[in-house]
């Protein structure tokens, strides 16, 4: 099986994050692989040891990516990708994603691409149905388990907390959600031999793209940061008067009803 | 000059991080309070290739440098120092000489269980009257035909109650100026007439497993001698050196460790209407103890870089486990002082890193020793 799986270098949202001129600061930043995507290598890399074939992990972004991408082969992959927009694309959103993908798949065979369901910085969750639609391969989101039988693979998905079972047909895009596996520690020999796994760099020029083709369809106004928590208010007395108490503050002072 | 770590040991990092925060970290509490050994993590560590960092391929080891595996303990250590320390003993005193002075055939036979992690090594040095004065050694081996007869007794031994083999230390006869000629031997555990028990109910790194040897007319093989036969003493004093890299990367790990959850403490605890993390009291703790982990770090790595570049790095070592272990204490005890009466707590850890790091300070050479060491190196 050609396999192809959708990864994103992402800042850690548990770690805290500073916002300058409009911009999420990287300095100091943690970067690791968006979390969903690491499910997506996890079941790629199960699938190609039941079935054969190869595993690929292509992301977009500068070089710093290349040590998730890394990371994605000391896990397992056999191949890793590096779409290197660094000196191209200055601003870019889902289109501009998916428009450089569409490209790099042009020409390439695949059986199953997989991705995150969302990613955990911008949480567009756009890209993989996106790209499927421009590949024209049908696709499922969010699934929590995969089994391929020929060309047929048979899928559960999260719905909302229910599960829901389809089968669709091979070549077939999925997106990973939490529960569907339990991504693995690279090991350390896995670390090693990563460095000598092939890691291609490509820019927009080998995929026959110009900056005007990418450029992006939306418009980012403005970036904040969730306002800051405050402190809570424990309220006194009797229960009715607190009840009251708090009915009418949820009322006229944090308006919600 | 370069401090930018590779790309290898950076991934190392982050995947002994995330394993030691997912794994270890729910279970530190218990593993102190029961002092059990947790064999179930170390097969994990093995299946992950940590306990064969250091070693190639070729012998079941996973191609790594002497960096790369004092990250390794340095990050285990931030969590857990009984299983730094286990760790640290199991590679650096019980894999290593093996792999510094073992022929092919005691290299494929011994080294490679313990380098893929299917068996845990130990290094018997310290005897009851012998500790730091390891010359003082009286465990004696006699050759006897084609076996060597050991008896003796070894005291304090790490994890030998869970080891397949043992290097012990023993007399082996005296050289041309009658001094004891001092070497190594490899003890498969199961061989009659050694009783290992533990027993010995520890202040700190109580999950690390502790025991008492006694060798009773023990009968192994000749070929079971590690090294040259005149040169033994060197040779577990080259092995000592690298050890220190090891503690002191353990030290370095519960130094961060102190620094983390002090910060953390001082930032959200309020007391006369602010932060304590505002009262420069508490700041000038809090500034001594990450000026002196970083400088610990910059140490440690140093002597590791020196010992991949085949250099000499004997007073290096030995700087960097008397700086980082004597830091790992005094930062474990502000960040005690910091967390005022919830630090005394084993609730909040920080109590068990000041308890685990006074073990680093002893071991694998006292920090009296340590500066003996450099001293010596001195020319003194
Ligand atoms: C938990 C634990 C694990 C251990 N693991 C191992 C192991 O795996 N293998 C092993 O072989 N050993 C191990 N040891 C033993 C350890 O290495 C010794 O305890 C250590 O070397 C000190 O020896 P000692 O306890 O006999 O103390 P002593 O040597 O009796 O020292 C007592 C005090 O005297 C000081 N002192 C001694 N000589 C001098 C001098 N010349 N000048 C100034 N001061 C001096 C020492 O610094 C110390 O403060 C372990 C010990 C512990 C507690
Ligand atoms: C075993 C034990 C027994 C105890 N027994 C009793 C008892 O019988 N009765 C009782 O009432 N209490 C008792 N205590 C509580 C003890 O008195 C408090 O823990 C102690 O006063 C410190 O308060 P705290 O723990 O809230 O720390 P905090 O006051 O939160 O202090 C945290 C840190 O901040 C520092 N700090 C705080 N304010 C300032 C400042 N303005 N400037 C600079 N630094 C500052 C402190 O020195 C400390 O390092 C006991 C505690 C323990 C652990």
Redesign the pocket.
């Given at each position: 099986m050609n396999i192809y799986v959708l990864m994103k270098r992402t800042f850690d949202t548990e770690e805290k994050i500073v916002i300058s001129n409009g911009r999420i600061e990287e300095e100091g930043a943690e970067f690791i692989i968006n979390p969903y995507d690491e499910y997506a290598i996890e079941e790629a890399i199960q699938l190609r040891d039941e079935h054969g074939g190869e595993v690929t992990v292509v992301t977009i972004g500068s070089e710093d990516a290349e040590k998730q991408l890394r990371t994605a082969l000391a896990m397992g992959a056999d191949k890793a990708v590096l779409i290197n927009t660094e000196d191209d694309v200055e601003e870019s959103d889902q289109f501009t994603t998916v428009k450089i993908l569409e490209a790099f798949f042009d020409d390439k065979e695949y059986d199953l691409i997989l991705a995150g369901n969302v990613a955990i910085d911008q949480a567009s969750g756009q890209i993989g149905p996106r790209l499927a639609e421009k590949l024209n391969i049908p696709y499922v989101t969010t699934i929590t388990n995969l089994k391929i039988d020929g060309d047929t693979a048979h899928i559960e998905r999260d719905v909302e907390g229910d599960v829901e079972k389809l089968d669709a047909s091979l070549p077939l895009l999925v997106t990973c959600q939490q529960g569907l596996n339990e991504p693995r520690y690279p090991s350390l020999p896995g670390i090693m031999k990563a460095k000598k796994k092939p890691l291609e760099e490509l820019e927009l020029d080998d995929l026959d793209l110009d900056e005007d083709d990418v450029e992006p369809k939306t418009k980012t106004i403005e970036v904040f940061l969730p306002p800051a928590k405050e402190a809570g208010k424990v309220l006194e007395g009797e229960i009715d008067d607190q009840v009251k108490e708090l009915v009418s503050l949820l009322r006229n002072e944090s308006k919600v009803i | 000059m370069n401090f930018e770590l590779s790309k290898e040991q950076e991934m190392t990092r982050k995947m002994v991080r995330d394993f030691a925060e997912g794994v270890i970290q729910p279970r530190t509490i218990e593993i102190d309070t029961k002092a059990e050994f947790p064999a179930d993590i170390f097969d994990q560590m093995g299946e992950l290739g940590l306990m064969g960092i250091p070693f190639p391929e070729q012998y079941g080891g996973s191609d790594g440098d002497t960096l790369t595996y004092a990250i390794a303990v340095e990050e285990i250590g931030r969590i857990c120092g009984s299983t730094g320390l286990s760790y640290a003993a199991a590679v650096s005193l019980g894999a290593s000489p093996i792999y510094y002075f073992g022929t092919e055939e005691q290299k494929q036979k011994f080294l490679v269980p313990l380098a893929k992690g299917e068996a845990l090594g130990a290094f018997g040095l310290t005897e009851p009257n012998a500790g730091s004065d390891a010359g003082g050694t009286k465990t004696t081996a006699v050759l006897d035909g084609d076996e060597y007869v050991i008896n003796g007794e070894k005291c304090f031994i790490t994890n030998a109650s869970f080891a397949k083999t043992i290097t012990v230390t023993a007399v082996t006869g005296k050289d041309d100026r009658g001094k004891n000629i001092i070497s190594a031997i490899l003890v498969p555990t199961d061989t009659k007439g050694l009783t290992i028990t533990s027993n010995y109910d520890k202040m700190g790194v109580r999950g690390s497993d502790t025991a008492e040897i006694v060798l009773e007319d023990v009968r192994v093989p000749k070929e079971n001698l590690l090294g040259d036969p005149q040169k033994g003493f060197k040779q577990f004093l080259y092995t000592l050196d690298g050890g220190r890299i090891s503690i002191a990367a353990l030290g370095l790990g519960i130094a961060q460790a102190s620094l983390e959850k002090a910060l953390a403490y001082a930032k959200e605890?309020k007391?006369?209407g602010q932060s304590?993390s505002k009262?420069q009291?508490?700041q000038f703790k809090l500034a001594d103890i990450a000026m002196e982990v970083e400088l610990a770090r910059n140490m440690v790595y140093k002597a590791a870089w020196l010992k991949d570049q085949e250099k000499n790095f004997t007073k290096e070592a030995a700087y960097a486990k008397l700086f980082a272990t004597e830091t790992a204490f005094r930062a474990a005890n502000q960040a005690i002082?910091?967390?005022?009466?919830?630090g005394?707590?084993r609730e909040y850890e920080v109590e068990r890193y000041l308890r685990d790091a006074k073990l680093l300070e002893i071991g694998e050479g006292t920090s009296e020793v340590q500066r003996l060491v450099i001293a010596r190196q001195l020319g003194c």
């Open positions: - | 605890r007391q006369f304590i009262f009291a508490i002082q910091i967390h005022g009466g919830y005394y707590m």
